[in-house]
């Protein structure tokens, strides 16, 4: 029999510890072994729970304990669970995680600390979907060309019900947490962060990319208006935020923006909570991963398959690499990347302004691709939309800059980069 402890039994370790044990026949036929969850570590010892397990408030109870053969690590946080993780490997247990910012900040140092013992994350990314798995083990054959998707719940919900409903920006969110989607501090989710912690760990098994958050581009979903959601479907896109990874000639971009992507693309009709992750490789081409990406018991499918595996003696090198991959693969600096780009621009209208602003562009080698004028709530001012071509971000910033300082340019512009 194996005996697993688990670290935190919140939605998630609720789920683990009661799929355990409902589904524990198909479990133990794949294992080959009985899987029993036999310890809880929880901060509030009081707090009433579904499920029916052993609870401590110490970790140590569960990380220095002879009998547990696995950890599952489900606090959250980075600093206290990357302590506790780093002394159970050394204490001879194999870890399993869902917890993709300890991964973002520590998984070189943890993949070092672990050397044989098992460390495994599918739960980290995308919820329920094997998307670690598929990039470890069945895409093992191929160089990644480029990885992207939609790899935060809550935004999509959001970002769904604001396009399909016009629901406001604050009861969607609430309705987010609510559900059990969200992170404990939403903002993770809103600004990306909890996306860009995907993608890194992905990059990490793609591409070698030892990089943290500050080192790529971040941008969340909170200055995203209905408006521009109504633009964007003018020019024939939709808004999501998206993780994306891909190599280019002079090394690896890897950015989390909301974006506009053609409306007729497969990831644009990926709706509410549900995840997609496109990857191509330059064997098999484009595959296509799609499932629920939050939400517990989806969440907790993923963490057991991680426990199975283990079990199996399956589980192979934690980065899913033994030697350095492709050599002399960078990341590019955040304003090297290059991207097509949105802009709202709202201006004085009068004569002039349309050339100076296109003027202004032009001067940073910024060729546009479409353009659009519409009213604004104001008499004397309209809004200028564009979509340009492909440029480098750091012209993009820099135009940005020069048009704020026209006389009659507001300074609020709004700028969305657009994925084809
Ligand atoms: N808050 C995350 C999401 C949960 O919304 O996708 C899963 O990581």
Known sequence: MIKVGILGVGTVGTSVARILIENSDIIEARAGKKIVPILGAVKNIDKKRDIDIALTDNPYDIINN????????????????????????????????ANK?????????????????????????????????????GLSANHIESIKGIMNGTCNY???????????????????????????????????????????????IAYGIDAKPEDIVIDGIENITQTDVEFAQEFGYEIKLLGIAKKVDSGVEMRVHATLIPASSMIAKVDGVMNAVSVVGDSVGETMFYGPGAGGDATASAVIADIVDIVRGNSGPMLGYKKGLESGLKLLPKD?????????????????????????????????????????????????????????????????????????????????????
């Open 336 to 420: 090297e990347i290059s991207s097509q780009y949105y802009l709202k621009i709202k201006v004085k209208d009068k004569p002039g302004v349309l050339a100076s602003v296109a003027s202004t562009m032009g001067e940073y080698g910024i060729s546009i691709e479409s353009m659009l004028q519409k009213p604004s709530r104001y008499k004397d001012r309209v809004r200028l939309l564009f979509t340009t071509h492909l440029c480098k971000e750091k012209k993009m910033l820099k135009a940005i800059k020069a048009l704020r300082g026209l006389e009659s340019v507001d300074d609020n512009i709004t700028m969305i980069r657009i994925e084809k």
């Open 66 to 97: 002879d009998d547990i053969d696995i950890v599952v690590e489900l606090m959250g946080g980075v600093e206290e669970p990357y302590i506790l993780v780093k002394k159970a490997l050394q204490n001879g247990k194999a870890v399993v995680t």
């Open 158 to 204: 959001m970002l769904t019900k604001m396009i399909k409903e016009g629901v406001r920006y604050d009861d969607v969110l609430k309705e987010a947490q609510e559900l059990g989607y969200a992170e404990a501090d939403p903002t993770f989710d809103v600004g990306g962060f909890d996306a860009a912690h995907k993608l890194l760990i992905l990059g990490s």
């Open 101 to 137: 910012a300890l991964l973002a900040y520590h998984r070189y140092e943890l993949q070092e600390i672990a050397k044989d013992t098992p460390l495994l994350y599918e739960a980290s990314v995308a919820g329920g979907i094997p998307i670690i798995g598929a990039l470890r083990n």
